[in-house]
């Protein structure tokens, strides 16, 4: 096992090696020849230095799960919030038209850290090896309405959103207090 581990490790380490050398490679500017092979010099450009701007807020990433067009898949997208929370994460299930207009989260709760080794999607804990994570076991949504609560796929939308951006690994949702999905897990977007 130990074997298994310290052969990931330095293939791992291997991989990221490589990507830097292959990167620096391909940022390496090369010199402009001419048609005799000389080469020219180039003038050093005028344009003004950009510099970010201290005053942005910072973002936080999210992945935001929808219904294809079809409605036989899941399809992911990224966006990006000020703050991650239950109410953010439902605005943009409404921008992206997974739950209706006027939508509220009346209550969100997670709990309990994982009890299986599996403590999030891809992410597997070591035997003897203490991980912190700010995973959670069960999370509970609970919201004012859902557009169909026999609609599976969006129920699914709804929970991979939450899944994948609040750390949890399992997600119940409730209209009103009233359970319509329990113990949501993650699944694949492509299927």
């Known amino acids: ?12 380490l291997c991989s990221v090696s490589l990507t830097m050398v292959l990167s620096l490679a391909a940022c390496t500017p090369t010199p402009d020849k001419g048609k005799t092979g000389e080469v020219k010099q180039t003038e050093a450009s005028s344009a003004p230095e950009k ?11 999210v992945s935001i799960y929808n219904v294809s067009q079809d409605g036989k898949t899941l399809e992911g997208t990224m966006d990006a919030v000020e703050e991650l929370n239950a109410e953010s994460l439902v605005s943009l299930l409404i921008q992206y038209n997974v739950l209706k207009e006027g939508t509220e989260v009346v209550s969100y709760e997670a709990t309990g850290k994982p009890s299986s080794e599996e403590i999030g999607p891809g992410v597997v804990t070591i035997p003897g090896v203490e991980i912190e994570s700010d995973m959670n076991e069960y999370g509970i949504l609970n919201l004012n309405q859902f557009p169909d609560t026999s609609n599976q796929m969006l129920l699914q939308a709804v929970g991979n959103t939450f899944i994948e ?8 949702i409730q209209v009103n207090g009233e359970t319509v999905a329990e113990n949501l897990s993650m699944v694949d977007a492509g299927k």
């Open 1 to 12: 096992m130990k074997n298994t581990i310290m052969n990931v490790i330095k293939l791992s």
């Open 51 to 61: 510099h970010p701007d201290p005053t942005a807020p910072e973002l936080d990433v």
């Open 165 to 172: 951006n609040m750390n949890i690994v399992y997600l119940t």
